[in-house]
């Protein structure tokens, strides 16, 4: 069983930055691979970046490329999002997901999510 707790959500401006944090307790933290992904309202929850333990491989949506970072602190137990050179559309409900299988990029391929946390941008 793994817990995740997101936090760092907010409003912003268009070009602004946030920092998202994703607390994790639970099962054994610095095997898996970590997600991130989002949900506009109306909208599918799709993939935004992941990355992968050991080698730490990172993986991006294309609409994140070079203004979205995700890294992790094993010893905290915690995946971290920095956003940058936020749009409004970027507006949306983000989640962080531990990986159980299966292709990154999908949603169903993670067993474990948090509670989301909002991020607005204004334009």
């Known amino acids: 069983q793994v817990q995740l707790v997101e936090s760092g959500g907010g409003l912003v401006q268009a070009g602004g930055s946030l920092r998202l944090s994703c607390a994790a307790s639970?099962?054994?933290?610095?095997?898996?691979?970590m997600g991130w992904f989002r949900q506009a309202p109306g909208k599918e929850r799709d993939f935004v970046a992941g990355m992968r333990q050991g080698i730490g491989s990172t993986y991006y949506a294309d609409s994140v490329k070079g203004r979205f970072t995700i890294s992790r602190d094993n010893a905290k137990n915690t995946v971290y999002l920095q956003m940058n050179s936020l749009k409004p559309e970027d507006t949306a409900v983000y989640y962080c997901?531990?990986?159980?299988?299966?292709?990154?990029?999908?949603?169903?391929?993670?067993?474990?999510w948090g509670q989301g946390t909002q991020v607005s941008v204004s334009s």
């Open positions: 639970g099962r054994t933290f610095s095997s898996s691979f």
């Open positions: 997901a531990a990986h159980n299988g299966g292709t990154y990029y999908s949603p169903r391929s993670y067993a474990y």
